[in-house]
């Protein structure tokens, strides 16, 4: 991380936080992430709601819906025809799109790249002079199934080169800074009901903000088999017995603290024995999948398995956000940092596919990766790259149209004065094609000023 | 001048405990009983004229006796403070300074410097009780403030109305009161000509005032017209006719949960302007007010929760884990959520109380006993009586005691029939009391 960067120094902090919280759940036992499915657990599905979900959740923007309220409104948004699904995968710091998609075929390419040109391995059959990155075996499968849609070129003109403020925009889906609900959230908005948190998911620590609504509740999930509890030196049958007295902190006088606090506990009581049957076993979630997932550290192939399970129960989701594995804000040592990143977040995507085409999904799901920006055309000192303008970005899924978005601009002519990639399509006309051709709403109800944004036909 | 009311009651050491918790930490050992001596006019007046800081008992140190580095080392400003929290002879100061901190809420996130972050801090530290005009007119010539809110990109030359604007909703009139968006805009103007430059290996440095960069030209605010300068603009905010009354209830929203009556916000108001906008004697009003004392309680917030039972306990800055335990339980000093702050009102959901039940496990790691050695009485009552006397006999209602009850007793029975239980069970059990009380509401909230 090369240190001229102020607003990188918040976000490595951003990233140290996270991972500390998770070195320290080491010494925890039995943290092993996952979510439930009724497959191969022999629970019903309502059994599955009331036991798995529900009670996994954390739910935003609903502070008058109560526990039953919530069941209810899955239930009955689970008896409501299958929705088509967004799941959106951020790839956090600024991708390098000039080594995602590396454009070996332009002459500039390896005066700007020095030390950091790629050579080799496979040319898009849409734009030769792109070659895929090494890693990204996967979605070059995909895309010969043309189940992938390449924006070798995305963002908007005079892009923002603060990661906050730039992934903010795409957050929100407008250049407005004080813009503070998600345009997935909007969307949830306008086609949502005031009893379904399911209806937008994040399956990240904290609600992404692309689904922070106005109105309706969306909901956060931990995977269930880490809402544990334990003391010091108290086991066995004591400890039993210390966790079931959460419950009987719940008679409180009249005082609105105490009873808010009774009833939170009465609500960890409740939460904590709805998950009992979900508490991992041997490091095996409490679902089974029809294919086999990229093995790792990080969470993120469990994620995508989770989700595809949820779906497989006929859960009533209808937009999800996560955060891809990896380190893209590769400011120095580029090479190695991003190759892995981007070769686990490929895997585990054609594992996703692959699943939903198993669980007969597919026609029902597409993802949409992307990147708050991408990087400066000329390596910096640091054998990185530093924050640039237009980055790169992917749909995926059986239904995508398969057609490249904009085009690569090519180094001679497609760098602005401060030698970043231009934009050649802007991800508002992305959001309004999206919306519009998959996700059946009027993009003018969520898109600020979406008429002026161009549309392509993305959905086969 | 209408007269703010005073608390007449009984000040006992359950008065002067709940003034601990409100105006500081909570009490150390004994520290309630003393206070309690004083009497309500002496004990609020220590507290507002503290004198002298000084720090009772060890150094903070990490796991590995290390001393903190609250500039450079992650989570250690978070350390840092709390220890200050812990140790403090002025722990009104302390409290004032997180009240500041979210007040003026600025976020490491956004500055990426731990050492201008607790420059701000110390900022509120010297002036959390003076002259608010006088903390705003340093808070916004502040490093920190100057990068979270654009105050150093803001020129005559290309105009950022991020500080000019909160300047207005957030630290002093509140939103869409008494201003337009043009007064912001024209805000903005007047409050042109910070700068600052970055080195490399040094970061963001050489904060300064450079005319060259203000816009010297006439601005109209709040129907004023002037040549104003960012002096010009906080005394414009803080002399509006609406921002005593934005002043006043915001202040007391932090010391208590029900709004002041009609009669206490205009009387607290008349005080600050007569005062000339001095944060001192409004804040002891609102000590001194009978609400504080008769009125409902208030959840803690995870900092105050740990430095509490830390202070409880007797316990030193000894590990570094409470940076990551406070952010589960949802705060992480010097990172408040966003430019408003922290919602007080969502400390607790079923996430956030197990991060509180982590927060309790550490305390009391270094206090277990071990089953195999410790002896225990095999009985529910005296082992509740211990676990009581163990956190120095706090308040428990009858809610909380029907459920240590009810643990105890299970526990005595689940013990009868094995001879290894009964003495193995009754320590398991005194670990597990102590635990349960601490995360009991009453240990939540105060």
């Excluded at chain 1, 600024?94 to 080799?120: E, F, H, I, N």
């Excluded at chain 2, 406070?326 to 956030?352: E, I, K």
């Amino acid at each position: 991380m090369n240190d001229n960067c102020n607003h990188c120094a918040g976000l490595d902090r951003s990233r140290l936080l996270h991972k500390a919280i998770a070195e320290a759940g080491k010494g925890l036992p039995a943290i092993e992430p996952g979510m439930p499915t009724p497959a191969g657990t022999g629970l019903s599905r309502r059994r599955f709601i009331a036991h798995g979900l529900g009670a996994a959740l954390a739910v935003y923007g609903a502070t008058r819906l109560d526990f039953r309220a919530f069941h209810e409104g899955i239930a009955e948004a689970a008896t409501a025809p299958p929705q088509q699904v967004l799941v959106s995968i951020f790839l956090e710091g600024g991708a390098d799109a000039l080594s995602v998609l590396s454009p070996q075929g332009d002459p500039l390419y390896r005066k700007y790249r020095t030390s950091l040109a790629l050579a080799g391995g496979t040319p898009l059959a849409e734009d030769t002079r792109l070659y895929w990155h090494p890693a990204l075996g996967g979605l070059q499968q995909l895309y010969g199934e043309k189940k992938v849609t390449v924006m070798p070129a995305i963002g908007y003109t005079h892009a923002d080169q603060s990661h906050f403020t730039s992934r903010h925009y795409w957050e929100v889906g407008a250049t407005d800074t004080r813009l503070n609900t998600g345009w997935l959230g909007r969307y949830l908005d306008v086609v949502g009901t005031a009893s379904n948190p399911l209806q937008g998911l994040s399956l990240d620590d904290t609600l992404a903000p692309s689904l922070a609504t106005g109105k309706v509740p969306v909901a956060a999930i931990t995977a269930p088999d880490q809402y544990d509890f334990w003391s010091n030196r108290v086991w066995g049958e004591v400890q039993d017995r210390m966790l079931e007295t959460f419950g009987l902190f719940g008679r409180q006088p009249a005082d609105p603290a105490l009873r808010t606090a009774g009833g939170v506990a009465v609500q960890v009581d409740k939460l904590r024995n709805q998950l009992l049957p979900f508490q991992g076993q041997d490091g095996k979630p409490g679902y089974t999948s029809p294919v086999t997932y990229p093995t790792s550290d990080d969470d993120f192939p469990k994620k995508l398995a989770g989700l595809a399970a949820m779906l497989g129960a006929g859960l009533p989701l209808r937009a999800v956000a996560m955060s891809a594995p990896g380190e893209y804000d590769t400011h120095s040592d580029q090479p190695g940092a991003l190759a892995s990143g981007l070769q686990l977040t490929s895997d585990s995507l054609l594992a996703f596919q692959r699943d939903l085409e198993a669980r007969g999904l597919a026609n029902r799901v597409l993802v949409h990766v992307w990147s708050e920006f991408g990087r400066r055309a000329e390596q910096n000192g640091s054998n990185g790259t530093d924050h640039g303008a237009a980055g790169v970005g992917f749909l995926v899924g059986s239904r995508v149209k398969g057609q490249m978005v904009g085009e690569f601009p090519g180094l001679q002519s497609g760098l602005d004065d401060d030698g970043n990639v231009v934009a050649t399509a802007d991800f508002r006309g992305v959001y309004s094609s999206l919306l519009e051709q998959w996700l059946g709403v009027d993009a003018g109800k969520v898109i600020p000023g979406a008429s002026s944004f161009q549309r392509t036909q993305l959905v086969a | 001048m209408p007269s703010v009311a005073a608390y007449r009651g009984r000040f006992g050491p359950a008065q002067a405990e709940r003034l601990l918790w409100r105006a500081g930490f909570g009490p150390r050992r004994n520290e309630a009983q003393k206070l309690a001596q004083l009497g309500l006019a002496d004990a609020v007046h220590s507290l507002v004229y503290p004198g002298r800081e000084h720090f009772v008992g060890p150094q903070p140190h990490d796991e590995k006796g290390r001393p903190l580095a609250p500039y450079d080392a992650w989570g250690h400003d978070h350390l840092w403070w709390l220890d200050r929290m812990i140790r403090t002879s002025r722990p009104l100061v302390e409290r004032m300074t997180l009240v500041w901190h979210d007040w003026f809420a600025t976020s490491n996130q956004g500055v990426g410097s731990q050492r201008l972050m607790i420059g701000q801090n110390n900022l509120f530290r010297a002036h959390g009780l003076g002259s608010f005009h006088e903390l705003l007119n340093r808070v916004t010539e502040d490093p920190a403030m100057l990068v979270w809110l654009n105050g150093s990109d803001n020129s005559k030359y290309s105009p950022n109305e991020n500080y000019g604007r909160e300047m207005m909703e957030l630290f002093t009139l509140g939103a869409g009161r008494g201003y337009t968006e043009t007064d912001v805009r024209q805000n903005a103007r007047a409050l042109t000509g910070f700068r600052n430059d970055w080195k490399r290996n040094v970061g963001l440095t050489n904060f300064r005032y450079d005319p060259k960069y203000h816009d010297t030209g006439t601005k109209t605010i709040f129907r004023k017209r002037g040549a104003f300068t960012w002096k010009d603009s906080c005394r414009l905010c803080v002399t509006h006719p609406d921002h005593p009354s934005f002043f006043v209830a915001k202040l007391w929203s932090y010391f208590v949960p029900t709004a002041p009556d009609a009669h206490t916000a205009a009387a607290l108001q008349q005080l600050y302007v007569k005062s000339g906008y001095e944060i001192r004697p409004v804040l002891a009003a609102i000590l001194r007010h009978p609400a504080l004392y008769t009125g409902p309680r208030m959840v803690k917030s995870p900092v105050l929760y740990t430095a509490g039972l830390l202070r409880r306990l007797g316990r030193p800055i000894d590990t570094s884990a409470w940076t990551w335990l406070d952010s589960m339980a949802g705060q992480q000093l010097f990172y408040p959520p966003n430019v408003a702050g922290w919602d007080d009102t969502r400390w607790l959901d079923t996430a956030r109380w197990r991060g509180r039940w982590w927060i309790a496990q550490y305390a009391l790691n270094p206090y277990a006993l071990d089953p195999g050695k410790a002896k225990q009485p095999y009985d529910a009552k005296k082992l509740i009586h211990d676990a009581v006397g163990f956190w120095r006999n706090p308040a428990l209602g009858p809610g909380t005691t029907v459920a240590l009850q009810a643990f105890a007793r299970n526990v005595v029975a689940d013990a009868r029939k094995d001879k290894w239980k009964q003495q193995q069970y009754p320590p398991m059990a005194q670990n597990a009391l102590r635990h349960l009380i601490a995360v009991s509401p009453e240990f939540q909230t105060a």
